[in-house]
Nanobody, 126 residues
Framework: QVQLVESGGGLVQPGGSLRLSCAAS????????IGWFRQTPGKERIGISS????????YYDESVKDRFTISRDAAKNTMYLQMDSLKPEDTAVYYC???????????????????WGQGTQVTVTW
């Protein structure tokens, strides 16, 4: 079965850290640009980070730059989002994504024919 399965969301205090995981099955992540998106109620899903092994480029939205880190473990066919120095405004549902395109197109256009994870809630609050 072709799917992306996320884990690692939860409740954390401001300034804390979380690591989201996204395991791929049925396809090889290395063949795809990978990315992370987030969405709050009533708002559009926005791209916050992406990476493509095809060109080796990594992109971050300004809102998460220098705090979040995207990575991938090819052996585990899993991608990660390390989130540090979390802020209340980072509260959202986070989605992983994979698309056969560039990292820039993925973070700006989203998934057109690839795959989404099921989403995981991250809540940053006292």
């Amino acid at each position: 079965q072709v799917q992306l399965v996320e884990s690692g969301g939860g409740l954390v205090q401001p300034g804390g850290s979380l690591r989201l995981s996204c395991a791929a099955s049925g396809f090889t992540l290395d063949d795809y640009a990978i990315g992370w998106f987030r969405q709050t109620p009533g708002k559009e899903r926005i791209g916050i980070s992406s990476f493509s092994s095809a060109d080796g480029r990594t992109y971050y939205d300004e809102s998460v730059k220098d705090r979040f880190t995207i990575s991938r473990d090819a052996a585990k066919n899993t991608m990660y989002l390390q989130m540090d120095s979390l802020k209340p405004e980072d509260t959202a549902v986070y989605y992983c994504a994979a698309e056969k395109t560039t990292g820039w197109e993925l973070i700006t256009r989203g998934v057109l024919s690839g795959y989404w994870g099921q989403g995981t809630q991250v809540t940053v609050t006292w």
